[in-house]
């Protein structure tokens, strides 16, 4: 009877977690470059079930396995989605998009990070420098500046107004990346090499990438995850009421 109450909340706690989640997708769905979340989940106390049959006349007991039952699931772990999200067109020299896959890498105080997030600004020395104020840093580590006038190829070669090569932005691919908060990333980092005939990864000026939730996959996850949660706590209520009835009525002395 308790094993039905314990099953019931550990879904419940579950729940929480997939609402959770759900609503911190939906709290960044206007923000640049975020990356949606989802729960996954693993079954906890998995039993095997055997089926017996007794044999007397063979002296003997068949035992053959039959399945499995999962007692309880628990959140394994948070699993981030990285796919592109649609690319906006707002003809801001300074606004940034990867169109592929790849990363910008930006520096916060004396960490370098990644971020897919290319809503640049130039500051007062045209160096690009994103709304949490971290800057764009070449392939050397360096602040890239953006010269009046000047422009960007889908190379990520930065150009002034004569045409004139000053800098270039690179592009990182990431291997085993960790979500920190912010559109931020860590991982181990390769530059991609936008020059290669081969490769589909372009860098876009005037553009922004958006976020890639879906509004409404995720209120239908909230939706589930919320009957669901529901259900659960109503067959704790149920197995309350029974294990009473088991107190109080089946085991009363007659």
Do not use: C, W
Not at 32 to 38: E, L
Not at 98 to 112: E, L, N
Not at 196 to 218: A, F, H, T, W
Request: aromatic share 8%; glycine share 6%; net charge negative.
């Amino acid at each position: 009877m308790y094993r039905g109450v314990y099953t019931a909340a550990m879904g419940m706690l579950a729940d929480i977690t997939r609402m959770d989640v759900v609503a911190n997708n939906l709290a960044n769905v206007e923000t640049n470059g975020y990356k949606a979340d989802t729960p996954a989940f693993k079954s906890y106390f998995t039993r095997e079930i055997y089926r017996i049959k007794p044999e007397p006349e063979n002296r003997k007991v068949e035992f053959a396995k039959i399945g499995d039952v999962e007692q309880a699931i628990i959140v394994d772990e948070i699993r981030t989605h990285y796919s592109q999200g649609i690319l906006e067109q707002t003809n801001v020299p300074t606004h940034l998009a990867i169109s592929g896959d790849g990363f910008f890498a930006v520096r916060k105080g004396d960490q370098v990070f990644y971020t897919r997030n290319g809503e640049f600004i130039a500051d007062k020395d045209r160096r690009l420098v994103n709304t949490q104020g971290y800057y764009l840093l070449d392939s050397n580590g360096q602040e890239i500046t953006l010269p009046e006038n000047g422009y960007i190829d889908e190379s990520g070669n930065v150009y002034d107004a004569n045409r004139n090569l000053v800098s270039s932005i690179p592009i990182y691919v990431l291997r085993e990346p960790r979500k920190i908060g912010e559109a931020l990333f860590t991982g181990q980092a390769q530059i991609v090499d936008l020059n290669n005939p081969n490769s589909d990864v372009r860098i876009l000026q005037g553009y922004v990438e958006k976020s890639n939730v879906n509004v409404v996959r995720e209120m239908v996850k909230m939706i589930e995850a919320q009957r669901h949660y529901d259900a659960s706590s109503k067959a704790i209520v149920v197995h309350d009421e029974l294990l009473n009835k088991v107190i109080n009525n089946v085991g009363a002395l007659r």
